[in-house]
């Protein structure tokens, strides 16, 4: 259990042509559970082999509780990590797997078959403890290579690389949700990779959003669904993922096309010129005095809890998210109002304002 | 109805031309062989088993078989070991692994009597280095010691054949998964315990390979004792196939020799095929298992 602390960590497997991670500076605090997520090539798999000693940075240093282990190997620094895929000793039984983490680093035996029950018990392996993994299903495989993440319970880290990758939906939910449970049992600090943000928000305390070698955004599920702080996150979080439009910002008065959906709201004041207004499909909703951004509606899918709909303006396409009273057809064309406060403007990709919706004029 | 078309046996009949010429009739003119006493052409009587139970009470024969099977066993028990001892510590990438591949594969692009010959020169102690060398520490001439000149004889083989393993060893180790060591590191496994539980299962197959190979090939082992020892000192290096060869062309003794080949054949088969079983019983119990 420790604080990992990384300072300037950066990333180059060509010897420094190009960067597969950015220099990124964090502190995740000791207890925390925290998910990386971001899409594949984005550097959360390098950051994680940095933290576990696999790879060294080519720049950088790692703390673990304030102590420099950037120089100590893998072992020394006696972290756990689950890789994506099932890892097993094939000569092994599922027991022995369990237990490998602990017979080389001298656990009694008493203490070794304990834990591996437990483990077995939390993981639901513990008929098949006493066969080859070779001849389980991948799914039960990747169990066991999880279970020798788990087991050890002196490590200051446990690190997931995408552990739930081979592992039946249903399944997937209730894994989930005893590994959340053993989380708020143990505290030990947990760092999650994931391209799948339902994992990430459901399981971890503190979200990094990383894209191309960088680290965009970090917070809760909610900071990084209302307030998000860059176009990828807007893009990435939420399913769908946030609406982008073409705008211009013209003395304080947000342009779309030639409509005006508001005023900036941002203290500091936005220069005029293009933006790119962003605003999530559960954020729109039907603009009954004809004031709003006109659309034509191209499909509407029904999602049982509510409607997705899709539409046209002259600044390109929409998503919207409606409740299913909301009688729509496709061919119809209403106008769409933007919710107040969520609607974001984006320059070079980052937040530079919100709107102001009550000045709609 | 399913409709049944003999046509394909075609398209097996060239194989089957070729394997006849190259394979099933030389082999049937040994059988031929085998069971007469020929004279000359003309001159031939037909005696049955005979041939085969007099090779069974033929002490010469029997430690000669006896002599190869010793021999293949001591070559599989350094080669093996070595090799995967060699292409553990053989670089992994870069113009090292290249540079170290051609020179591990240097041995074995060699011709045989070559070889022979090399390591004839280099052992002898009046004009060999390796010879000269040898007996600043201890008495060495393979021209009269037994246990040198069978030293000598595995020790070519250990230089010639060697390198095949570390080359299939270096293979299987490459093929290896690098989350396997990544894992191995994660669990905190010793260097022992790596290559215990993750490269070694992982090379059952090449292993396999490895000592069939060796086995066979070291067991019918002929061009170097021929070239460096001619079967001597006394008879401490005639293994099966020298000995073979004196039957057949020096005393002309074609059934006899016809019925040793087969015998030499037969005992190679079983010998390969229970190493076969032996290894790949784990693979049986496996599949045997899931269903």
Not at chain 2, 232 to 259: C, E, H, K, W, Y
Request: with cysteine.
């Amino acid at each position: 259990m420790a604080e990992i602390r990384l300072e300037n960590v950066a990333h180059s497997y060509d010897g420094g042509s190009t960067f597969a991670l950015n220099p990124i500076s964090v502190t995740w605090k000791d207890g925390n559970a925290v998910a990386l997520l971001g899409p594949s090539g984005c550097g959360k798999t390098t950051l994680l082999n940095i933290i576990s000693g696999l790879l060294t940075p080519s720049v950088g240093r790692v703390y673990f509780d304030g102590v420099d282990v950037t120089d100590l190997d893998t072992a020394k620094r006696n972290v756990a990590q689950v890789f994506q895929f099932p890892v097993l000793y094939d000569t092994m039984t599922v027991r022995q797997n369990l237990a490998f983490p602990l017979k080389n680093r001298n656990v009694s035996k008493d203490v070794i078959a304990e834990r591996v029950e437990e483990i077995a018990e939390l993981l639901g392996i513990s008929k098949y403890l006493d066969i080859r993994p070779l001849k389980l299903r991948s799914d039960l495989q990747q169990l066991v290579s999880l279970g020798r993440g788990l087991v050890r319970k002196d490590v200051p880290a446990i690190l997931f690389d995408e552990p739930l990758t081979v592992i039946d939906q249903n399944f997937k939910w209730t894994l989930r949700g005893r590994l959340k449970e053993m989380h708020n049992n143990t505290r030990h600090t947990l760092v999650y990779v994931t391209h799948d943000q339902t994992e990430a928000l459901t399981f971890a305390d503190e979200v990094v959003v990383l894209n191309q070698g960088n680290i965009v955004q970090t917070g809760t599920a909610s900071d990084l669904f209302l307030t998000p702080q860059d176009e990828f996150v807007g893009f990435f979080i939420g399913s769908p993922g946030m609406n982008f439009l073409d705008g211009k910002v013209n003395d304080g008065a947000v342009m779309v096309g030639s409509t005006r959906i508001g005023t900036t709201l941002s203290a500091t004041t936005i220069a005029n010129g293009n933006v790119r207004v962003g605003i999530r499909p559960e954020f729109l909703s039907i603009d009954e005095t004809g004031k709003g951004l006109p659309v034509e509606i191209n499909r509407v899918e029904h999602r049982g809890g509510y409607k997705l709909v899709h539409a046209d303006s002259v600044q390109g396409k929409f998503v919207a998210k409606l409740d299913n009273e909301s009688a729509l057809v496709a061919g119809q064309s209403v106008h769409l109002a933007f919710h107040p406060e969520r609607t974001y403007l984006f320059r070079d990709s980052k937040v530079c304002g919100t709107v102001n919706v009550k000045g709609a004029k | 109805m399913k409709t049944y078309n003999n046509k394909a046996w075609f398209l097996v009949l060239p194989v089957i031309l070729v394997v006849s010429f190259t394979a099933l009739i030389p082999l049937m003119t040994v059988a031929n062989y085998a069971i007469q006493d020929i004279f000359s052409p003309d001159n031939r009587l037909f005696v049955g088993m005979k041939w085969f139970y007099d090779i069974t009470n033929d002490t010469l024969i029997l430690s000669a078989f006896k002599r190869s099977f010793q021999f293949s066993i001591q070559a599989l028990l350094i080669q093996i070991p070595l090799g995967i001892a060699i292409a553990r510590i053989m670089p992994k990438s870069g113009w090292k692994a290249s540079a170290a591949l051609v020179a591990v594969a240097i041995p074995l692009i060699i011709p045989f009597n070559v070889i022979g010959s090399t390591w004839l020169i280099f052992s002898r102690k009046d004009i060999g280095l390796g010879g000269y060398l040898l007996n600043k520490f201890f008495d060495f001439d393979f021209t009269s010691d037994p246990i040198d000149g069978w030293g000598l004889i595995l020790a070519v083989d250990v230089w010639h054949w060697t390198p095949l393993v570390v080359l299939l060893v270096y293979a299987g180790l490459r093929s290896i998964p690098e989350p396997y060591y990544q894992a191995a590191a994660i669990d905190g496994a010793s260097t022992y315990a790596v290559f215990r539980y993750v490269e070694l299962p992982k090379l059952r197959r090449v292993l396999l390979i490895a000592v069939l190979l060796r086995f066979m090939d070291s067991f019918m082992i002929y061009t170097e004792p021929f070239v460096i020892t001619g079967g001597g000192p006394g008879d401490a290096t005639t293994f099966a196939s020298i000995l073979l060869t004196n039957i057949a062309v020096g005393q002309f003794d074609v059934g006899r020799a016809g019925a040793y080949s087969l015998i030499f054949f037969l005992l190679i088969q079983i010998m390969s095929f229970i190493f076969y079983t032996v290894l790949t019983l784990q693979d049986r119990e496996e599949v045997t298992k899931t269903k």
